[in-house]
């Protein structure tokens, strides 16, 4: 397997020349903990020769203590890169490891085994092209090998490897080898991967790994590096219709407007006809621009800068496609969600979405059933936790172009944000669009708001109250209601415990019935705005992710958070249900203050201190703060 | 390079335009690490590509420790005019002011101060949200570990045991206030990559890569170059002259030479496909202590 290696007679234009036309393979390792995932890569690593001589001794080194083969080295450590993941003996992260043959250049990631880190081992297979599935001969096929498995298919790896490691340790037992392949192929079968090859093989001992082993002569098929160099994995992305995301939008100055992006698939020529998926708006190529020169044409994957005949409105986002193979365009589809954080995902929470280059607010509107990952059961579930893998139905604030995941993976795999603390939550596959949003429009009627609102005599309005129960909003608010009516305004009060006994009365006090309880709070709210009424909402609201939903599903009707900040000490001394002592006898539970947080809001219009004012005064100060 | 033949090369090449674009997309203040290597050099060439006809849209920062070879200052000044892009240049000015070398303070307390700390200051004084940098992950055990969008905290840390997940190429860019981006462009490449890509582009290095024959000290078996009258030398130490070259560019003091013939591009891939040893053994800083680097990372360092 070594490289060729140029020597001083070697024609060095033509040795560059081999370098730079191999092929790619990026591939992965997975598998259980233990399974020797980190093992076989150093062994491919010390055989492929890429292993200097400073990194061998530095490895002799710290391989004391560890189990080593032949070569006196723990493989491990060679990809094992964070501390605690040497001083644990564990992969936390996928590593990227590079090496090369005659004929292929590799990347593989290695990636951890264990249930805690299958975001990262996510990570490392939504770029391969292939996976190496371990598994330890003597432990045979386990949970974590069906829950990689199952990862693979969902993230799209269409090739893998069945490698039975340390077959030394069973005697090159050729049943223990045909009973485990048999097992992992019946249960891989629904997975539907394109090509599945098994091999047994030793990591530390070096069997089937370059060439056929003498231990092993009952096994028929190919070593795994010869595999590996031959295998056929490359995607004719260039055969597929063209999708153009446009990144970056170039403008150096008045005579030039250029749309930078990576043909995602598909390929282009000058003067082909070009579609804008969102504005249906048409165009022809005028110029494909490189630093190298233009081009007459652009094939999948490459970085270019397209220019067209016309002026048209394009920005970072709008995806170029051919006319009569343009991709979906809608705001609603579904989609296999893996979950990737502590926090749980609930339905009617909003999300930033993020696919290619289009960044979208999106709400997951329906928890179909989440899929056991380690025995493809479905099950009806109200949450999705960290490392669950769900079938979901988005909605995005406004349409996005996209395709399915099987068809685009490029255009059809998406990732979703924390809107406040940015972290990457998610990442899911588009299974397909739902056409019902395009074809469902609003009906607009002659008499719309602002004549209801011009009726009425006011400014429609949500006033929305966060606090803690007996913090007082229910009483500021009654002052208020009392007050404007006084006047002749119209309004309405929607209370927790009221709506809880009707409209919510099947919701019950879990995060994901909150979520649920407030978003058709909120869209009732939103409702009676738009008939005209000025509607205060009393509601205990302790997540800042649902107060920002309200504020959201108000949209353009005006929306003030005001914040009774009366502390829990003060609250609970009220107690004007009796509800705190409850919760402190652990009658009820889930009790915002005592066993639920309530998380202060960062931003609300308004705060009202409700320890050392009197609702009178609370009452005055909210009505001199609002426009009505 | 010859468009519609998809070579590994030419992926890598698109991989990391695209990156770059996305920088210039999504953030406000980006800033690209310019340390004036082969690495760094491949990375303006890539970012001249993936902006064109446009100049480069971010300004490009040099760290500079004062103990940089005169060659490499020499070059970076000769390249910002050449290509025209906005070159800034910080160097840690209390660093100076408390006379900082790398001879009496050590090492790590010199790169601390000159590198790490001067580079968190710079950060701060641009409120950049994005540093792009021309780390590779086949480099060191850390990097290799490393996202190509890798998150900061406001302190300019590294959280390896927490990094965001990254799936395909859809890269999460989002940051609150204060935080802020390391990005790799060329995460994916290898040495040998960054040397044919250099061969087949015709980039233009620092000549210190080329051998030549150079005044060194050799000192426990690493060989410096006496670039200028500020390297100490022991009593009796000469400096004598040898044909040497540098696989790595950094300051002077800490920046083991090779011996070697080989005076063009060609010559330097083909010794270094034959050579047994890795591109950082040369600097001094990495082999402190095991996880040096992570520790290093861990607190800003690039």
Known sequence: ?628 | MTPLRRTHLQALEAESIEILREVAASFERPVMMYSIGKDSSVLLHLARKAFYPSKIPFPLLHVDTTFKFREMIAFRDRTAAEYGFDLIVHTNQDGVREGINPFDHGSSRYTDIMKTQALRQALNAGQYDAAIGGARRDEEKSRAKERVFSHRNASHAWDPKNQRPELWRTFNTRLNPGESMRVFPISNWTELDVWTYIYAEKIPIVPLYFARRRPVVERSGTLIMVDDERLPLAPGEEPREEMVRFRTLGCYPLTGAIRSDAADLPSIIMEMQASRTSEREGRLIDSDSVGSMEKKKQEGYF
């Not at chain 1, 140029?6 to 040795?15: Q, V």
């Not at chain 1, 172009?401 to 596959?429: C, E, H, K, M, S």
């Open chain 1, 1 to 628: 397997m070594s490289l060729a290696m140029p020597s001083p007679d070697t024609d060095l234009a033509l040795w560059l020349e081999q370098q730079t036309d191999k092929s790619l393979l990026r591939f992965m390792t997975c598998g259980s903990v233990d399974d020797g995932k980190s093992t076989l890569i150093g062994r491919l690593l010390y055989d492929s020769q890429l292993i200097l001589d400073d990194q061998l001794a530095s490895l002799k080194k710290e391989s004391h203590n560890r189990t080593v083969g032949d070569e006196g080295i723990d493989f491990s450590l060679l990809v094992d890169g964070l501390s605690a993941e040497r001083e644990q003996g564990i992969t936390i992260d996928v590593a990227y490891r590079f090496f090369s043959t005659d004929k292929r250049k590799f990347i593989v990631a290695d990636t951890p085994g264990h249930e805690q880190y299958t975001r990262n081992m996510a990570t490392g297979a939504s770029n391969a092209e292939l996976a190496l599935v371990l598994v330890d001969a003597r432990k045979g096929v386990l949970t974590q090998t069906r829950r990689h498995s199952f990862i693979l298919s969902l993230v799209g790896v269409k090739h893998v490897v069945l490698v039975v490691n340390k077959i030394d340790l069973v005697d090159y037992d050729q049943a223990v080898f045909d009973r485990i392949e048999a097992e992992f192929r019946a249960f891989a079968e629904p997975l539907g991967f394109k090509t599945l090859a098994a091999v047994p093989v030793s990591a530390l001992r070096g069997d089937n790994i370059l060439a056929p082993s003498a231990r092993t002569e009952w096994f028929q098929g190919s070593a795994l590096v010869p595999y590996l160099e031959t295998i056929a994995v490359a995607e004719d992305r260039t055969g597929s219709p063209f999708r153009f995301p446009v990144q970056w939008v170039n403008r150096p100055n008045l005579d030039f407007r250029g749309f930078s992006g990576t043909l995602a698939s598909g390929a282009i020529g000058v003067g082909d006809e070009v579609l804008i998926a969102a504005s249906r708006k048409p165009a022809r190529i005028s110029r494909i621009v490189t630093m190298d020169g233009d081009l007459d044409r652009a094939i999948a994957g490459q970085a270019v800068t397209l220019v067209l005949d016309r002026e048209v409105d394009i920005s970072r986002g709008d995806v170029l496609s051919r006319p009569g193979e343009t991709p979906e365009y809608s705001n609603q589809f579904q989609a296999r969600l893996i979950w990737m954080n502590d926090e749980p995902a609930f339905q009617g929470r909003s999300y930033l979405l993020k696919l290619g280059t289009q960044l979208v607010p999106a709400t997951i509107t329906d928890l179909k059933f989440r899929t056991n990952v380690n025995t493809l059961e479905q099950t009806a579930a109200t949450k999705i936790d960290l490392n669950e893998v769900a079938t979901v139905t988005i909605a995005t604030d406004r349409p996005i172009a996209f395709d399915p995941y099987a068809a685009n993976a490029l255009t059809g795999g998406f990732i979703l944000i924390d809107r406040l603390t940015n972290a990457t939550l998610g990442a899911g596959t588009i299974e397909f669009g739902l056409r019902r949003a395009q074809n469902l429009t609003y009906q607009s009627f002659d008499v719309n708001r602002q004549v209801r609102a011009r009726l009425k005599g006011q400014a429609p309005q949500i006033v929305w109250f966060t606090g803690l129960s007996g913090s007082g909003k229910s009483t500021v608010a009654n002052l208020l209601e009392k007050r404007l009516t006084a006047e002749g305004r119209h309004c309405y009060i929607l209370d927790g415990d009221n709506v809880r006994h009707g409209l919510n009365r099947d919701l019950g006090f879990t995060e994901a019935a909150r979520v649920e309880n407030i978003r058709r709070v909120a869209e009732v709210a939103r409702l009676m705005a738009d008939a005209g009424l000025i509607v205060l909402v009393s509601f205990i609201s302790p997540f800042e992710k649902e107060r920002r939903l309200a504020r959201e599903i108000a949209g353009d009707i005006a929306f003030t958070e005001v914040y009774v900040d009366t502390p829990l000490e003060v609250a609970e001394s009220r107690d004007p249900k009796g509800l705190y002592a409850k919760a402190r006898r652990g009658e009820i539970t889930n009790f915002t203050g005592i066993d639920s947080p309530f998380e202060t809001p960062q931003n609300p219009e308004i705060t009202l201190n409700g320890a050392t004012q009197s609702p009178e005064i609370l009452a005055d100060k909210l009505y001199g703060f609002l426009k009505f």
